[in-house]
């Protein structure tokens, strides 16, 4: 059976006969149905019968019933309720607006509200830049989807997206302490949705673009850069460039390789491969497989898509051709961010001596971790029950920190690169392994170090 999940985490209410081994049967019963226990208490005992809750965390819905069916096959014993830990977690939405001002007489409402706030409205009246100093848009990013793209579920529209880019905000606040707020647009056109990010910019101090599906997202991007005063971010890209990027230079340091020399093939050639392959060949990396459904990119084919054709005409410098499994064999990284099993620990063993395997599908990796680690040198993936997460978290938070510190109007790639090396800089020498190639979600210094170095950028830049 798969691996249990504190996002299937419930608590299952359940009346039981009044005997002395009546809690043992019960937790046996929830064993036998591969659910792991985490709690178990007695929240009343009546003349012939026990209530008593169970928490325990399950692989999915569906072994969730399973395991309801395991105790009640137990002789007397009834399931009341389950309740389920993630939904509650979610329930009313998981963001808030509070007051940082109070507002508790009529002098607090005479300047926070009328009259005196149009003192404050005349000055950014005749300078708008003032906004940054006397509103929200200091401090402000709005996360901008359309639905279409959201995690592994596709377009599922801008009602159900509204949970993600809510979580979003939530990681914003957490670890950059910046005010975050879903805009989930119900359109899937360019021109509008451009159109409507435009509109609303005013308020912001950056936009987020999240789950908007390629071809789409790279048009949209382009356009606001282009047109707006403020930062556009596709994290699905570009954060993804960034992590992986991080990731790789210190598991380079590891394998005692330098990017220029190595060969890197990369599964999947959408906004985050191709993201990921501009940024690294930024970095100096030199020889750069791009493989999508139809096998390894190269000059020697012309795509349709212009973003694919870019990588089809300067990657793949030795003009390779076949299919993933292929191109694999020499390489000696691969980095996946396509489908799950695709690969198996036998074209992992193909590849080049002390591999770099970075298997980030999400939540089934291109290849089993575990098969994946008895060839290669050092196995990453995008989940956080494996050593080595490759998350976007690591990024966002401070990236957007520093912009907004530094009242950013752009975004470029080097800014991008001084992040992925400040986030790889975490990691010191005495800590670096090969189970230790990128700094923990919940690491305070991360957001602190990507901060200061787009910061940094942004002051070297304009010196």
């Known amino acids: 059976m798969a691996l249990t999940s504190p996002s299937y985490t419930v608590t299952m209410r359940v009346q039981l006969p009044s005997h002395p081994r009546a809690t043992q049967h019960l937790v046996e019963a929830v064993s036998d149905g591969g659910a792991t226990i985490t709690g178990i208490d007695i929240v009343e005992s009546l003349e012939d019968s026990l209530i008593a809750e169970v928490t325990c965390d399950c692989v999915n819905s569906a072994h969730v019933r399973q395991v309801n069916d395991q105790i009640e096959m137990l002789v ?122 435009k509109a609303i910019a005013p308020v912001y101090g950056g936009i987020n673009l999240e789950d908007i599906s390629a071809p789409r997202c790279f048009e949209i991007e382009e356009r606001l850069r282009e047109e707006l005063d403020i930062p556009v971010f596709h994290d699905d890209q570009h954060g993804t460039a960034i992590v992986v990027l991080a990731a790789l230079i210190n598991a380079l340091k590891i394998v005692d390789k330098k990017i220029e020399d190595v060969r890197i093939v990369v599964s999947g050639v959408g906004a985050a491969g191709s993201a990921i392959i501009r940024l690294l060949m930024l970095h100096g990396a030199h020889d ?19 973003h694919r054709n870019w990588l089809a005409q300067n990657t793949n410098p030795r003009g390779v051709e076949g299919s993933l499994k292929d191109v694999l064999a020499g390489a000696d990284v691969f980095i996946g961010v396509s489908s799950g099993n695709i690969l198996t620990g036998d074209d992992i063993a193909t590849m080049n001596d002390d591999a770099v395997v970075f298997a980030l599908a999400n939540p089934t990796p291109e290849v089993d971790p575990a098969a994946a680690a008895q060839h290669a040198a050092i196995v990453a993936t995008g989940r956080s029950d494996f050593p080595n997460q490759i998350n976007n978290v690591l990024v966002f938070p401070g990236l957007f920190r ?50 200061r170095a787009v910061v940094r950028y942004f002051a070297d830049d304009e010196a």
């Not at 005196?116 to 940054?132: D, F, H, N, S, T």
């Not at 990681?171 to 975050?180: E, I, P, Q």
């Not at 800089?425 to 991360?446: A, K, L, T, Y």
């Open 402 to 451: 520093g912009m907004l510190d530094a009242h950013a109007s752009k975004i470029d790639d080097e800014m991008l690169r001084a992040a992925a090396v400040a986030i790889a800089g975490v990691v010191s020498d005495e800590q670096r392994n090969s189970n230790f190639i990128i700094p923990g979600v919940f690491d305070e210094r991360v957001a602190t170090a990507v901060s």
């Open 288 to 306: 750069v497989i791009g493989c999508g459904r139809q096998g390894a990119l190269g000059s020697f084919r012309e795509e349709a898509n212009s």
């Open 76 to 197: 007397g014993v009834k399931v009341l309720s389950i309740s389920d830990a993630t939904l509650e977690a979610h329930d009313r939405g998981k963001i808030e607006v509070s007051l940082k001002s109070q507002l508790r007489t009529r002098q607090d409402l005479a300047r926070i509200y009328t009259p005196g706030v149009a003192r404050v409205c005349i000055k950014i009246a005749r300078e708008k830049e003032l906004a940054r100093k006397y509103t929200i848009k200091s401090n402000t990013v709005a996360v901008v989807t359309d639905g279409t793209a959201v995690l592994g579920l596709g377009d599922i529209g801008p009602e159900a997206a509204l949970p993600v880019m809510e979580g979003k905000a939530a990681l914003f606040k957490r670890f950059g302490n910046v005010d975050a707020w879903p805009v989930c647009l119900d359109t899937k056109d360019t021109d509008e949705i451009v159109s409507i990010v």
